[in-house]
C-alpha cells in the first residue's frame, strides 16, 4: 500500500533546492507545505519556484545557514551506468558537496543514484513502487546535520519493467532515462506535467521529496516547539 503522507503547512520554513534543474524535488516539498528555492548553475525557465542561477556548492557555502533545510541532488552523470557505457567524463561533487552541507549546521538531505552508494553514508533507497507510481526510479538519499529518515519498506517488484529508454508496453512500468519515448506519459506517471524530457530523465518524483519534507518540517516544528 502506497505510504500516506502528512501535509504540514508551514510557509515560514525555508527549504533551498540546490542543483535543482527543473524542479521535481521542489514540488515535492512545496506539496509537503515548505517554502522552496532552487539554485542551479544553468538557467532553469521550467522551474515553478523561487530560482537563483549559480553554484551550487558556493551558494550551500555562502548562504545555506540562512535556510531550514537543504536538499541537493550533485550531478549523477558521474556514477550513472548510461554515462559510464558511453565513456563520458563528469566531474564527482558529492564529497564537495557534503563538506559544504555540512559547514551551515543545518539539516540536509543528499540525493543520488545506485551507481554512486559506496559514497554515500547511509542512504535511504525510496523506490516508485513505494508511493504507487507505475516506475520503480530507485534514489538514494542520505542525510546529516542531525536530520535522519527511516527505510521505508520496498515492495516486490511484481509489475515488469521496459528496457532502458525504450516505449512502455502495456502491463509494463516505463524507464524514463536517456532519450526515452512517451514524454506525456512520464509526466502523468511521476508527476511533472510542467516537465520536458530533459527534466523528466534526471529528476527525482515529487513524491519522494513530498515524504521527506514531511519529515522534516515536522522535525523542524518539533524543534521550534
Not at 530560482?51 to 545555506?64: L, P
Not at 516505463?174 to 530533459?198: E, I, K, L, T
Not at 529528476?203 to 523542524?220: D, E, N, S
Amino acid at each position: 500500500m502506497p505510504h500516506t503522507i502528512p501535509i504540514l503547512r508551514s510557509p515560514a520554513l525555508r527549504f533551498l533546492d540546490t542543483y535543482c534543474c527543473q524542479g521535481g524535488a521542489a514540488k515535492g516539498y512545496s506539496d509537503a507545505g515548505a517554502r522552496v528555492t532552487g539554485v542551479d548553475k544553468d538557467p532553469q525557465p521550467r522551474y515553478p519556484f523561487a530560482f537563483i542561477q549559480g553554484d551550487a556548492v558556493a551558494y550551500i557555502r555562502e548562504h545555506g545557514a540562512e535556510f531550514d533545510f537543504i536538499h541537493a541532488s550533485p550531478p549523477c552523470q558521474h556514477d550513472s551506468d548510461c554515462q559510464r557505457i558511453q565513456g563520458r567524463d563528469h566531474p564527482d561533487l558529492i564529497g564537495p558537496t557534503r563538506d559544504a552541507l555540512n559547514s551551515t549546521g543545518r539539516p540536509w538531505v543528499m540525493e543520488n543514484v545506485g551507481g554512486a552508494l559506496p559514497k554515500l553514508r547511509e542512504p535511504v533507497m525510496l523506490c516508485g513502487a513505494m508511493f504507487g507510481l507505475e516506475t520503480y526510479r530507485h534514489r538514494y538519499f542520505e542525510t546529516g546535520g542531525g536530520f535522519t529518515l527511516h527505510q521505508p519498506h520496498h515492495p516486490a517488484h511484481l509489475v515488469p519493467q521496459a528496457k532502458m529508454g525504450r516505449p512502455v508496453p502495456p502491463g509494463f512500468y516505463g524507464q524514463y532515462v536517456g532519450h526515452f519515448s512517451g514524454v506525456q506519459q512520464a509526466r502523468d506517471v511521476m508527476g511533472v506535467p510542467w516537465m520536458n524530457r530533459d527534466g523528466i530523465r534526471e529528476c527525482i518524483p515529487p513524491a519522494y521529496a513530498q515524504w521527506i519534507g514531511a519529515a522534516a518540517l515536522q522535525a523542524l516544528l518539533e524543534v521550534a516547539a
